[in-house]
């Protein structure tokens, strides 16, 4: 399978095309994709459907993706690596991009796994679009301050599709009031991963109204696992995310994920995933990256 590479850290692009197919391929990059005229078939991983003008869609490093045109469309594109992040050297910046990968790792692990649309509100994805049109004559024009401006409207841009995921499980599940409160949790969990004093059993409990004797069972009725192995878990896929798409240090993962320390992170990948947190890097470094489009 290819793989496309950006040119740049950052891009943001307007790409037009007539009766064009683009087959089955993975990025090293993140894409954010605006439709601006026609439509387009697209498959990400396993989910295939048509998205008309105003849709929105993010991949990611992980994603396999394809996509089919009939007539004229135009797309906007922003395309960003793991590069980006690290350009910035200002702790406010660092700050803000912490909070970007944290924001997309959440989209990706919870979005991705139900298809459809990346933002089904119409005013939001009106308003997304508009923001990438903005981009696009910031990026163009390179104006005083033009990179501060790009930063921050992604920013913006990734609020309002985290708020789209947010409500996107509750709505599949309207008619089961458990599972409502169920995955409110889940996405609640997920969504405050990186800080561990709001994953408590004391303080899900008080969250969602259930008793703190009962919230352990209720949450393995629904999973088949404890609260504390699903924090596992999870905390272990944005690790394996982590060690194949950036350049952190092991230690550095183990600090921002709130683990005790790397030993202990090291310890729980090996015992999960099989092989320590270097091989694993090591082996995904290994792998073919294909060629260029």
């Not at 496309?4 to 197919?21: A, G, K, R």
């Amino acid at each position: 399978m290819k793989t496309e590479q950006p040119v740049q850290p950052f891009e943001v692009l307007v790409f037009e095309v007539d009766d064009w197919e683009n087959p089955p391929h993975k990025h090293n990059f993140f894409e954010l994709l605006c439709i601006q005229a026609g439509s387009v078939r697209q498959r990400i991983n396993e989910h295939s459907r048509e998205y008309p003008k105003g849709q929105l869609f993010l991949l990611t490093p992980q994603d396999s993706h394809s996509l089919y045109v009939e007539g004229h469309s135009k797309f906007c594109f922003v395309r960003f690596n793991e590069l980006f992040f690290h350009e910035q050297k200002n702790p406010a910046e660092q700050l803000i991009l912490k909070e970007w990968l944290q924001k997309l790792e959440f989209i990706f692990h919870n979005h991705n796994q139900y298809g459809g649309p990346l933002v089904k509100d119409d005013n939001d994805s009106m308003m997304v679009c508009a923001l990438m049109s903005n981009m696009l004559n910031e990026y163009t024009r390179k104006s005083p301050y033009y990179q501060d401006n790009l930063r921050n409207t992604l920013l913006i841009i990734l609020n309002i599709i985290v708020r789209n995921v947010e409500n996107e499980v509750s709505a599949e599940v309207i008619n089961k009031p458990s599972a409502v409160v169920f995955n409110k949790m889940v996405n609640y969990i997920h969504a405050n991963i990186h800080n561990p004093t709001l994953l408590t059993r004391e303080h899900l409990a008080e969250q969602f109204a259930i008793s703190p004797t009962y919230i352990g069972e209720y949450f393995k009725k629904h999973t088949g696992e404890s609260i504390h192995q699903h924090i596992i878990q999870y905390k272990l896929k944005l690790v394996q995310t982590r060690l194949e798409f950036s350049d952190l240090t092991v230690s550095e993962i183990a600090y921002e994920l709130a683990f005790t320390d790397e030993s202990h992170l090291s310890k729980l990948f090996k015992k999960y995933v099989g092989v320590s947190p270097r091989d694993y890097r090591l082996q995904k470094k290994a792998e073919p990256e294909g060629i260029n489009l």
